[in-house]
């Protein structure tokens, strides 16, 4: 018993020191598939999750948003494109920074993202109000591949930035099948540190 105590004790410690962290796909009643908004490219902020939150462009560097259900992106020695995930509908950005922001607070975010330009991979930015709260990169694989990426944190925040790597400038990361919550998402870890504990007691107990 005392070391099933122990093993709930650390996976807490383990949940509080993390802070932000990576974890897999989970559900939420919170769900956001851009399904509905506005078909086109668009400055102003979305209204997004039923009311609970809005999207903008919130790079400065005069980019739009863009609601669409199919997308490619031409240079002179590049095309890359990418189609929604689910849905009729993804959202997307041609400069800039994609930002959420959330009316109450949240603990837990993710979602599919996939680039259609040629440089992979984005930054990610957790806020709580002015203050940061975590950072981290996000995996966009160059070639319209969609791929899940997901945190939840110990800490909660109410903005959540997204900008790409390319030329600088951001722009042309796709999102779709969005999800937040309020609650933490148990990571990987933890669970673990969980069922060691569990098994180590059973095994006492017999």
Known sequence: ??????????????????????????????????????????????SIFDGMGEVLNAGGRGGWL??????????????????????KKMLGNT???????????????????????????????????????????LAAAVGGEWSWNGWSSDVSFNRVSIDSQYRNRGGFLMNDAVRVSSEQVPTPGALAILATGFLVGTRRRR
């Open 1 to 46: 018993m005392h070391r099933i105590a122990i093993a709930l004790i650390a996976a807490s410690s383990f949940v509080a020191e993390a802070g932000i962290t990576k974890v897999e796909e989970f559900s939420s009643l919170q769900f956001e598939g851009f399904n509905d908004i506005q078909r086109g490219f668009v400055r102003e902020p979305i």
């Open 66 to 87: 863009h609601g669409t259900s199919r997308w490619s992106y031409r240079t002179r020695d590049w095309k890359g494109s990418a189609s929604a995930y689910e849905g």
């Open 95 to 137: 400069s800039g920074a994609i930002e959420y922001r959330f009316n109450t607070n949240q603990k837990s975010f993710g979602g599919f993202f996939a680039t259609i330009a040629n440089k992979a991979d984005a930054s990610i930015k957790f806020f709580d109000g002015d203050t940061l709260v975590g950072s981290d990169v």
